[in-house]
C-alpha cells in the first residue's frame, strides 16, 4: 500500500484529504508546518508528497528544492498545492521542483486523478535505467543526462519532457500532446508554458552542436529528430 503524506497547516484540509485519500486504498500521514516535514519525509521516505506552497514557516518551494537535493528523496512525485494560480508562480512551482500544480479549491476526484497518474509515471520511469538517442544518454536510476559524455544540468520539467520524447524518438507532439504526457490531462496550462520549457531545454542541449536534437514542426509541435 503506497504512501501519501501531505505538508499542510490548515486542518480542515488535512482532515478532507486524510477522509479521500484513505478511502481511495493509499496510507496516509502530514505534517502542519514544513520543518516538521522535511524531517518526516527523510523518515518515512513516502510515495507522494501534497506540498502546500504557503506555510507559515517556510515556503513550500523550499522544501520542493530540499526535497531533490536529497538522493535518498529526490525522486519522490510532487504535488504542490496553491492558492495562487498566476502563470508565472506555476512556473516558478515547477522550477523548484514540482511534479505538478493543483489550484485550490480543487475536487478530491481531480487530487486522486493526479495522484495516480503521478504514481503510474513514477512506476514507468524505473522500468528502464538508461535511454539514448543520438549523443545523448539518460540514467533515468541517477536522473542525470549526458551530452557527448558530458553532465547536463536540466530542471525538472525539462528532464521529463526528454525523457518522454527519448522514449518516442522521431514522432511529432503537438503542445497539448506534451502537456498531456509531461504534466497530465486537465491541467489549466497554457502553450506558452511547454514553449518556455523546450526553449530552456535547447539552451542546456545547445552546448554540444552533436546534441541539437529538438526540432520545431511549423503548425505541429516537436519532435526528437537529429536530421536537420
Known sequence: MKTIFSI???????????????SAGYKFDFSLNGYDGMLKIQELKPDLILLDRMLPDIEGTEICKFIRSKKEIQRIPVIMLTAKGEEEDLLQ????GADDYLIKPFSPKELLARINALLRRSNESNV???LKYGNIVMDTDMHRVYCCDKETKLGPR?????????????RVYS??????????TN??????????????????????EECKVIRTI??????LDDKN
Open 8 to 22: 499542510e497547516d490548515e486542518e480542515s484540509l488535512v482532515s478532507l484529504l486524510e477522509y479521500n485519500i484513505k
Open 128 to 130: 528502464t535505467s538508461k
Open 93 to 96: 512551482g515547477f522550477d523548484n
Open 158 to 170: 525539462e528532464y521529463r519532457i526528454l525523457e518522454f520524447l527519448m522514449k518516442n524518438p522521431g
Open 187 to 208: 491541467v489549466y496550462i497554457t502553450d506558452r508554458t511547454i514553449d518556455v520549457h523546450i526553449r530552456r531545454l535547447r539552451k542546456a542541449l545547445s552546448v554540444n
Open 175 to 184: 503542445r497539448q500532446q506534451l502537456l498531456d504526457a509531461v504534466w497530465g
Open 218 to 223: 511549423r503548425s505541429s509541435g516537436y519532435s
